[in-house]
T-cell receptor, first 112, second 115 residues
């Protein structure tokens, strides 16, 4: 069964304390991995697309990387405004275009 | 651009009541989606519409119906609400086909409670 697992479930950091979030998947023949950010009470917001192993994408203090089995979202010197839930998602094998399997997310809290 | 809008923002229903959640997008996207989000379960796809005139079941379609009214609008109907349908519902839209189809734009959500 296609699965996406994110860890940790929750992470508390001090402002400036760098760390990484993990997204592992079991889908064969990966057709891309997608990161989203969700603020409390809002819908998810698209962040990154990673298509092949070794690929990296950056946006401000965030850098996403992809291997054959997992993806990492590295947060460098985070600020309180980076606090949110970070979701990753992959297309299921054999699924129609557009369909995504989402992980349950990592809730990040950055304290000043 | 407003992006993806949803109405209502909050709703409380009694078991057995019906209601329709409305969604509209102004990005000229072909594809639209309805998800539900529950604690510990993540986002799960209820129904989607790849393009105007088509709809397909997602992971959890039971108890729901959808209508793609036109390219802009996609509604979700609960015919006889059950407490298990208490959730946050999100509508999303995207381009059709290729990697851009996975770059989905979400609305602000509808928080539904069924008592």
């Amino acid at each position: 069964e296609d699965q996406v697992t994110q860890s940790p479930e929750a992470l508390r950091l001090q402002e400036g304390e760098s760390s990484s979030l993990n997204c592992s998947y079991t889908v064969s023949g990966l057709r891309g991995l997608f990161w989203y950010r969700q603020d409390p009470g809002k819908g998810p917001e698209f962040l990154f697309t990673l298509y092949s192993a070794g690929e990296e994408k950056e946006k401000e203090r965030l850098k996403a990387t992809l291997t054959k089995k997992e993806s990492f979202l590295h947060i460098t010197a985070p600020k309180p405004e980076d606090s949110a839930t970070y979701l990753c998602a992959v297309p299921p094998l054999g699924g129609a275009t557009n369909k995504l399997i989402f992980g349950t997310g990592t809730l990040l809290a950055v304290q000043p | 651009n407003a992006g993806v809008t949803q109405t209502p923002k909050f709703q409380v229903l009694k078991t057995g009541q019906s209601m329709t959640l409305q969604c509209a997008q102004d990005m000229n996207h072909n594809s639209m989606y309805w998800y539900r989000q529950d604690p510990g379960m993540g986002l799960r796809l209820i129904y989607y519409s790849a393009s105007e005139g088509t709809t397909d079941k997602g992971e959890v379609p039971n108890g729901y119906n959808v209508s793609r009214l036109n390219k802009r609008e996609f509604s979700l109907r609960l015919e006889s609400a059950a407490p298990s349908q208490t959730s946050v519902y999100f509508c999303a839209s995207s381009e059709w086909g290729g990697l851009s189809s996975y770059e989905q734009y979400f609305g602000p959500g509808t928080r539904l409670t069924v008592t």
